[in-house]
Structure formats: structure tokens, C-alpha cells
Nanobody, 120 residues
Framework: VQLQASGGGLLQAGDSLRLSCTAAGLTLADYAVGWFRQAPGKEREFVAVISRTAFATRYADSVKGRFTIFRNNAASTVYLQMNNLKPDDTAVYYC??????????????WGQGTLVTVSS
């Protein structure tokens, strides 16, 4: 089983970026998928989660109104659209598959992260 987060890059404040999460060895549509991030010197934190059917989503307060999580189950891909990026969004972003929730405790499968760097 392998999850892969991709799409990171170097951006300026105010830019937009879309991250993708794909999976090999499991059917992503069977799981809720969350995005987490870890900034240098900080603990990993919850960013957003989407339920299996996309009926429910939840966001961290710090990204609410700027980030949107959505999924295409036919393409077995979950996306994180990030708008109006801020330097504080700089982090390695990870996707994870599991049960719907904001704690990393709910997630069984984790992907390698993708680095997002936002300059001021």
C-alpha cells in the first residue's frame, strides 16, 4: 500500500496551488482522506479531511476559507486546493487514508509528503 502526495513547490504569498493524493494497493474511495502538514520544528497538524463520499469535509481554522479538499473517486485521487497562500503555510504536506477525523489517530495509511514553501 502506498499513498503519494504530489504538487508541492515554491510559491509567493497570495499564490494558489493544488496538491494531489493518489494511492497504489488500496481503493482510495473506501477511505476518508485527510491532509496534514508539518512545518520545520513543529509538530504535524491537521489541515483538512473529506469523507469517503465527499458528503462531509472539515478544516483546520487556520486554512478555513482558503483551502478546499475534494475528491474524484473515479480517478482515485484526493485534492487539496490551496488559495491565498501565506508564509505560515510552509510545510511538508501529507495525505492519509483511514476514518473520518482530525486526529492522526484515525488514519491507517500515510503517504510521503510534498514540500510547500511560501515566501513573503
Amino acid at each position: 500500500v502506498q499513498l503519494q502526495a504530489s504538487g508541492g513547490g515554491l510559491l509567493q504569498a497570495g499564490d494558489s496551488l493544488r496538491l494531489s493524493c493518489t494511492a497504489a494497493g488500496l481503493t482510495l474511495a473506501d477511505y476518508a482522506v485527510g491532509w496534514f502538514r508539518q512545518a520545520p520544528g513543529k509538530e504535524r497538524e491537521f489541515v483538512a479531511v473529506i469523507s469517503r463520499t465527499a458528503f462531509a469535509t472539515r478544516y483546520a481554522d487556520s486554512v478555513k476559507g482558503r483551502f478546499t479538499i475534494f475528491r474524484n473517486n473515479a480517478a482515485s485521487t484526493v485534492y487539496l486546493q490551496m488559495n491565498n497562500l501565506k508564509p505560515d503555510d510552509t510545510a511538508v504536506y501529507y495525505c492519509a487514508a483511514g476514518e473520518y477525523g482530525a486526529s492522526s489517530y484515525y488514519y491507517t495509511y500515510w503517504g510521503q509528503g510534498t514540500l510547500v514553501t511560501v515566501s513573503s
